[in-house]
């Protein structure tokens, strides 16, 4: 409120006894244009005035009715979703026109050929080496089978990775059907190349990007993976 006030009174005309006294004041109405005034004015009361000096001048401007104001600050746009947004927005979830094992077929075959290329099986491999690779790799697409769990309905349950989480296999059975499997307390076997690797769920309770990059030292006093 002040500051409008202050602005009010610094662009009021003139009160009346001044405009009325004006004459023996000596002021008088300017007969040119403003910055024709203030070019005169300036090569009468500064000396040594050089014409470099006037071009400055006119880039100079004093604002005396806008004051200074900060630019709002634009925070960065938000590119990814958090966790509690992706499960909103049900990212992970597969539509149920999707759950149909024909569709993941060819996704398994790509998965045989990624192990065969990890793996290297040969008649002379070392089953240590290959248990550390087999611990890292990426099982999306593999089919594996439950051999032993704490519930026995899922014992006997066979189909194609589609989904691993920290805790869960999310695979497609043969019949159609979308299970979700915990990891805990439950024993998995997966084949390939003519061996067999037994999975032990306790162990494999992290995320992919985690176990891939997670140390392993064998031989483990708990057991991990069979070969």
Same mark, same amino acid.
């Given at each position: 409120?002040?500051?409008?006030?202050?602005?009010?009174?610094?662009?009021?005309?003139?009160?009346?006894?001044?405009?009325?006294?004006?004459?023996?004041?000596?002021?008088?109405?300017?007969?040119?244009?403003?910055?024709?005034?203030?070019?005169?004015?300036?090569?009468?009361?500064?000396?040594?005035?050089?014409?470099?000096?006037?071009?400055?001048?006119?880039?100079?401007?004093?604002?005396?009715?806008?004051? *200074?104001?900060?630019?709002?600050?634009?925070? =960065?746009?938000?590119?990814?979703?958090?966790?509690?947004?992706?499960?909103?927005?049900?990212? *992970?979830?597969?539509?149920?026109?999707?759950?149909?094992?024909?569709? *993941?077929?060819?996704?398994?075959?790509?998965?045989?050929?990624? /192990?065969?290329?990890?793996?290297?099986?040969?008649?002379?491999?070392?089953?240590?080496?290959?248990?550390?690779?087999?611990?890292?790799?990426?099982?999306?697409?593999?089919? /594996?089978?439950?051999?032993?769990?704490?519930?026995?309905? *899922?014992?006997?349950?066979?189909? /194609?990775?589609?989904?691993?989480?920290?805790?869960?296999?999310? /695979?497609?059975?043969?019949?159609?059907?979308?299970?979700?499997?915990?990891?805990?307390?439950?024993?998995?076997?997966?084949?390939?190349?003519?061996?067999?690797? =037994?999975?032990?769920?306790?162990?494999?309770?992290?995320?992919?990007?985690?176990?891939?990059?997670?140390?392993?030292?064998?031989?483990?006093?708990?057991?991990?993976?069979?070969?």
């Amino acid at each position: 409120m002040e500051e409008t006030q202050e602005q009010d009174l610094l662009y009021q005309p003139l009160p009346q006894y001044v405009s009325e006294e004006k004459e023996k004041l000596g002021l008088q109405e300017l007969s040119c244009p403003k910055d024709k005034f203030v070019e005169s004015f300036l090569d009468r009361h500064i000396q040594n005035f050089k014409p470099n000096e006037k071009k400055e001048l006119k880039k100079s401007y004093l604002l005396l009715d806008l004051p *200074y104001r900060q630019k709002p600050t634009v925070g =960065k746009k938000k590119t990814t979703l958090n966790s509690k947004e992706r499960r909103e927005k049900k990212v *992970y979830d597969i539509p149920p026109e999707h759950q149909k094992y024909s569709l *993941y077929v060819p996704l398994h075959n790509l998965w045989l050929q990624y /192990i065969k290329d990890l793996l290297q099986v040969t008649p002379t491999s070392n089953l240590n080496l290959m248990q550390k690779k087999m611990l890292k790799a990426d099982l999306h697409g593999a089919l /594996i089978t439950v051999c032993k769990s704490r519930c026995p309905s *899922y014992v006997g349950l066979t189909g /194609i990775i589609l989904q691993e989480g920290q805790k869960v296999f999310k /695979i497609i059975t043969k019949e159609d059907k979308l299970r979700t499997v915990p990891k805990a307390n439950s024993v998995f076997s997966v084949e390939f190349e003519g061996l067999r690797a =037994k999975i032990y769920g306790n162990h494999f309770c992290t995320r992919t990007a985690q176990r891939a990059s997670k140390k392993f030292k064998l031989p483990m006093v708990k057991q991990t993976i069979d070969l």
